[in-house]
């Protein structure tokens, strides 16, 4: 026993021996590859930073100073992998950024050359690199005049509901469905910037038992941009119809000005944006829901703009209805509140390739109409819901399809109890851009 104990000894005293003289071996070769890149021997400098992988260094240093090596003697893809894990070192994130953005953009792939010079601009701590990732990013090709967008989810729901008014103590049960979402736009005339734009979109959500929650959507219309003095406006029509299991909802026609500029437009350096943007709805219930029918009018002002890696937004919404439940005494609720939220957002780059999102919002609901009770009294209803909501998104340049996961939860308070609920919906599914 006490032999076996004494070469077990042994045996950790070599291993850690070893460790040691590894890691000064590729410490040594390490500095050899700099000073081989120094001098303008890639090849000298590419066998020495191998050399110190091989002996156990593992740093983002070396993966950065491999990365550009691997760059200069024309190996992107595997300059690319280097890269990619050089981001993981705050110090060294803008730069590694800004050499993925290069090789992104001689590969043609426009949108990750964008997001990468963004991000190297966003987190570049001095002024030449930033100017330089800025300048890269506007010399790109303009976005194309055409897109398509495509989501597939699953997930489970915690009350199976088309709409969250609707939701009541005991009436929706949890439920697993699955859903299609599809949107597309394309420029009729002009361009982005100033030209008339056409879009349309899709959506369809089935449960699996609650099929009368089963949720159709489709919308379609055009916008007219127009850069007005520093503004980007987008002014223009949306028609809209919203079938709830095998009956139609409601549809509604929408007109819609919106315009967002700088801040603050004399700091060249400044990401922070204003968006101004106005709504007014005419809605024409369905057969069974007849006191949707009316108007609905609402307004808000955000601010986004970015920190670091990630983007935020902050904003305030109101929103006033003026439905015909107003004009009965008989509705079972009513639909006519007017409405305050203010909500915050937040999405950053947790590692290079994969996306983290937060958002919360607090709304204030004072509804115009009386909902009339079981006893037959009448009584006007005040709701405050806290909703909170994150998402995770996987992106890799080999994959078309981004997979996300996505949660939401909803805590809804009411003077009426019958309308107070809360709900938890989980998603998991994948989308594609073209």
């Known amino acids: 026993m006490k032999a076996r104990c004494v070469i077990k000894a042994l045996f950790l005293v070599l291993s850690a021996a070893a460790y040691v003289h590894g890691a000064d071996t590729g410490a040594v070769a390490y500095a050899e590859g700099v000073r081989a890149a120094r001098r303008g021997d890639d090849l000298a400098a590419l066998r020495a930073f191998d050399m110190a992988a ?3 260094l593992d740093t983002a240093r070396l993966q950065y100073n ?8 024309g190996r992107r893809d595997e300059a690319e ?13 803008a730069l590694a950024h800004w050499h993925l953005g290069r090789i992104a953009r001689d590969a043609r792939r426009w949108p990750e050359a964008r997001r990468r010079f963004r991000l190297a601009a966003a987190g570049a701590s001095s002024d030449p690199l ?16 055409r897109s398509l967008f495509l989501e597939l989810a699953t997930g489970y729901d915690s009350a199976a509901g088309f709409r969250d008014e609707d939701l009541a103590t005991g009436a929706r049960t949890g439920d697993l469905f699955a859903s299609l979402w599809m949107s597309g736009e394309g420029m009729l005339l002009g361009n982005r910037q100033s030209g008339l734009r056409l879009f349309g979109a ?9 099929s009368d929650a089963n949720l159709a959507l489709l919308e379609a219309g055009a916008g007219l941009c127009h850069p007005p003095a520093g503004w980007r406006t987008d002014t223009g029509l949306r028609l809209q119809h919203v079938r709830a299991g095998a ?24 990401t922070t944006r204003l968006h101004l943007r106005g709504r007014v709805c005419r809605i024409e219930g369905g057969a069974r829901y007849g006191h949707l029918d009316g108007f609905r009018h609402d307004a808000r002002v955000r601010v986004s703009g970015r920190h670091g890696t990630g983007r935020w937004t902050a904003d305030i919404q ?19 509140p007017v409405r305050c939220q203010i909500a915050a957002g937040y999405r950053a780059h947790a590692t290079p390739s994969l996306t983290a999102e937060g958002n919360a919002s607090w709304r204030v609901s004072l509804f115009r109409g009386r909902d009339t009770l079981e006893d037959g009294s009448h009584r006007a209803r005040r709701d405050r819901r806290l909703a909170l909501s994150g998402a995770m998104r996987y992106r890799n340049n080999a994959w078309p399809w981004i997979p996300f996961l996505r949660m939401d939860w909803n805590d809804n308070s009411s003077n009426i109890p019958v309308h107070a609920y ?11 851009a073209w």
């Open 247 to 270: 009956h139609s909802l409601e549809t509604a026609a929408e007109i819609r000005a919106a315009g967002s500029r700088r801040l603050f437009p004399d700091e060249p350096a400044s």
């Open 81 to 93: 992998s280097a890269l990619r894990r050089a981001t993981a070192d705050p110090a060294l994130a």
């Open 318 to 336: 109101g929103e006033f209805n003026d439905r015909a439940d107003r004009k009965t005494e008989d509705s079972f609720a009513s639909a006519s």
């Open 66 to 73: 491999r990365g550009v090596t691997l760059l200069r003697l």
């Open 202 to 210: 899709g959506a369809l959500t089935l449960f699996a038992r609650e």
């Open 130 to 145: 930033r100017i330089l990732a800025e300048r890269a990013e506007a010399a790109l090709p303009p976005p194309p005049d």
């Open 422 to 432: 809360d709900r938890f919906r989980l998603a998991l599914g994948a989308d594609r």
């Open 54 to 56: 091989e002996a156990g």
